[in-house]
């Protein structure tokens, strides 16, 4: 029997009623002959109830009870979604993760797939059953404890069940239709892609897209899950939405693919460091250690006059999350206090943003840098910070342009037409 995964998230089972229309567009897959797999979220709005309940209860919480707590909303969607399709005449069962059992490790809250056993699903399939509704987000670690994968990780189960259970394909239903060129909030230009490539998309993600979690993109890149986002308040068909898949199916794409954003970033700079093996590592160890995310980095290089010696100088400047700010320099100032770095200024700028520009294309391609900078420069952005990758350019602006940048490249690259 040809299989599918259909993963619904939180607005998708918002009430009853949303409960069972997300019903119907399983009863219709199974209608078509498919065994269908669903993986649910809790109820929007859920998730972030329980975890207020836990922090109130305990602000130093024991991980293993807030999994116990903070998984619970799932339960109640996969058996809601179970008996919704019943009522629908479809043979369905809700699986809880220790049920199955979905084994993960036992990093509570951030816990990481180690195996999805097939049998027990597989049995209920060969006893009629058509549709297994699987709690997202959720496990059970070796100690047999429950444990969950870390927020927007449904996606996640979603994505390894298909792998694991060799799924035609995985539809993740949400509240948009798609994967655009860029947020339509901010350009109406904006186009809904067809077809994205696993490394776009992972990037698109990790910049902070937020329709698919990071994990499960790197998780259907790994074992080539065709992964497909769709609206589940539209009807759909099978060329709905946009197919997350392997660069090799997509026939044509532009240079660039999208335009991403971060609005919460920040720069910092530590002024005149010492330019000797070693400098970086003692910069950005304690920063790793502080748990601070470090993404961008420039180093420039120049001399200090030392009372008539001249010695080699750096001006090391980074970039990451504005929230993260305290963190880091509470570490460098440490750092500094130690012995273990010198510098003369620690100076941040909590009012920039990242803009970027995505793309399988570039790695074929030049002068994808010089568009992007000559559209900024005509639109009189400066430039704090630039990074490159294979398949993304990344550039630090003031925060007040970033509306302005994100327009300005999309109108550079084309991006409001497919071809
Ligand atoms: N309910 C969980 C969350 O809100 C998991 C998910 O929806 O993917 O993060
Ligand atoms: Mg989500």
């Keep these: 029997m040809p299989l599918l ?14 409960i069972q229309n997300a019903a119907q567009k399983v009863k219709r897959e199974v209608e078509r002959g498919y065994d269908v797999i669903v993986i649910v979220s809790a109820m929007s709005g859920k998730t972030n109830e329980l975890v207020g309940w836990v922090e109130q209860t305990s602000p130093l919480f024991d991980a293993r009870e807030y999994d116990a707590v903070v998984s619970s909303g799932e ?48 049995a209920k399939f060969a006893e009629g059953f058509k549709v297994a509704v699987v709690a997202g987000f959720q496990g059970v670690s070796p100690e047999g404890r429950i444990t969950t994968l870390g927020r927007g990780g449904s996606d996640t189960t979603a994505v390894a069940f298909a792998a694991a259970f060799s799924a035609e394909r995985c539809d993740i239903y949400t509240d948009v239709d798609g994967v655009y060129t ?5 350009t109406a230009k904006a186009r809904k892609l067809d077809k994205i490539a696993y490394e776009e998309m992972l990037e698109l993600a990790s910049l902070g897209a937020k329709v698919l979690q990071t994990r499960s993109v790197e998780l259907a890149m790994r074992y080539n899950v065709r992964l497909r986002v769709l ?3 539209e009807d759909t068909d099978e060329t709905s939405g946009t197919l997350v898949c392997d660069e090799d199916d997509i026939m044509e794409s532009k240079v660039v693919s999208g335009v991403a954003y971060s609005r919460d970033e920040a720069k910092m700079t530590l002024v005149t460091v010492e330019d000797r093996p070693g400098v970086a590592a003692a910069i950005f160890g304690p920063l790793a250690e502080a748990g601070v995310n470090v993404d961008m980095i420039v180093q420039n290089i120049s001399e200090k006059d030392l009372g008539g ?23 460098l100032e440490d750092a500094k206090a130690a012995g273990a770095i010198m510098y003369d200024d620690l100076v941040s700028d909590t009012d920039v943003a990242k803009v970027s520009v995505v793309g399988i294309g570039m790695r074929s391609h030049t002068g994808v840098a010089a568009t992007m900078f000559k559209a900024l420069a005509a639109d009189g952005v400066n430039i704090k910070v630039i990074a490159t990758s294979e398949i993304k350019i990344s550039v630090l602006i003031d925060r007040k342009y970033m509306e302005l940048a994100v327009q300005a490249l999309h109108d550079a690259f084309a991006l409001e037409t497919a071809n």
């Design 231 to 233: 609206s589940s308040f």
């Design 309 to 331: 010696r001249t010695v080699n100088v750096t001006d090391m400047t980074f970039s990451c999350p504005v929230n993260q700010v305290a963190r880091a320099r509470k570490a």
């Design 182 to 186: 860029t947020d339509p909030r901010i």
């Design 5 to 18: 995964v259909m993963k619904f998230g939180g607005t998708s089972v918002a009430d009853l009623a949303r």
């Design 75 to 122: 339960n109640v969607t996969a058996g809601l979604m179970a008996l919704t399709l019943q009522e629908m005449d479809v043979p369905a069962r809700s699986w809880q993760g220790w049920q199955v059992p979905i084994q993960t490790t036992s990093a509570h809250s951030a816990a990481r797939f180690l195996s999805i056993p097939r049998e027990n699903i597989d």
